[in-house]
């Protein structure tokens, strides 16, 4: 949780509404098709628990100095996976500095999968 002090009162925001934010961005780049757990534990865990810290293939992690954002995709099968990544970490670090003026230290971003889109396979 961040808590920022002003003079009209108290800001807080909770690393869940960093995740979701970070979500939307993700799932609004060229060549994401979703997002993973980062293990087969953590899904488990997810099933079990019906929780878990932060969103579906989001870790947020808060300190002094600014949040880090960790994201777990799956990209569609030939797209350049450099340029997606790019794109998902310039995109992500501009909405949650833009949208909640907490500076971003990094984005990092792990390729866990490589997905071929329905529509591509019946175009052959």
């Known amino acids: 949780m961040i808590t ?3 003079d009209l009162g108290t800001i807080e925001i909770s690393t869940n509404a960093i995740a979701s934010l970070a979500e939307q961005a993700v799932l609004q780049s060229y060549g994401v098709v979703g997002l993973t757990e980062r293990n087969r534990f953590e899904a488990w865990r997810r099933g079990i628990m019906k929780s878990g810290q932060g969103r ?3 870790l947020v992690t808060v300190t002094d100095a600014g949040v880090t ?3 777990y995709l799956i990209i ?3 797209t350049r996976i450099s ?3 790019k794109g998902v ?3 992500v670090k501009y909405s949650v500095e833009k949208t909640l003026g907490l500076p971003v230290l990094a ?3 792990h390729v866990q999968a ?3 889109s329905p529509h591509a396979e019946h175009q052959e």
């Open 89 to 91: 970490i310039n995109r």
């Open 114 to 116: 490589l997905r071929v």
């Open 83 to 85: 340029e997606v990544a």
């Open 69 to 71: 954002i960790d994201l």
């Open 107 to 109: 984005v990092n971003v």
């Open 76 to 78: 569609e099968y030939g």
């Open 4 to 6: 920022r002090q002003t």
């Open 56 to 58: 579906k293939g989001v």
